[in-house]
């Protein structure tokens, strides 16, 4: 009986382990606040951190915003320190109203890198 619960808990582990991927890879979250959700210069806010939750402050960013029809040049943007360890703040500029999709590269002192998108809508 106990060595079954065991194997449950190691099983359970194993399964949330593949659900976060690769256990190295960075946490990447963007906050925008609303109002910055028009056409226009904005600022993402980027917070990355570990698969511990502890903050990295020396990673490299990367990020490119694409929208989801043909024809448009992508946008980047050059990351800078933010207000936290972990936080970088990217100027950026929403060119057209509509969905858009942001790629955010992370790369770490290593030189690991990954990559993640998040989808954004845009008022015109
Ligand atoms: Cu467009």
């Given amino acids: 009986m106990n060595k079954s619960i065991l194997l449950l808990a190691l099983l359970l582990t194993l399964v949330a382990c593949r659900q976060t991927a690769a256990p190295n890879n960075p946490n990447v979250v963007i906050r925008v606040t609303p109002d910055h959700l028009t056409v226009g210069i904005t600022a993402l806010i980027v917070e990355v951190s570990d698969a511990d939750g502890t903050a990295i402050p020396d990673a490299r960013i990367e990020v ?3 929208m ?3 024809g448009m040049q992508p946008v980047f943007g050059d990351a800078q320190p933010g207000d936290q360890p972990g936080e970088y703040r990217v100027p ?3 060119t057209m109203g509509g ?3 942001v790629t955010i590269t992370v790369i770490l ?6 990559e993640q998108s998040f ?3 845009v008022e015109s």
């Avoid at 002192?109 to 990954?114: G, H, K, L, Q, S």
């Fill in 64 to 66: 490119r915003g694409d």
């Fill in 99 to 101: 969905d858009w999709i």
């Fill in 92 to 94: 950026f500029e929403w």
């Fill in 119 to 121: 989808e954004f809508v």
């Fill in 109 to 114: 002192p290593d030189d690991t890198r990954t």
């Fill in 68 to 70: 989801n029809h043909a």
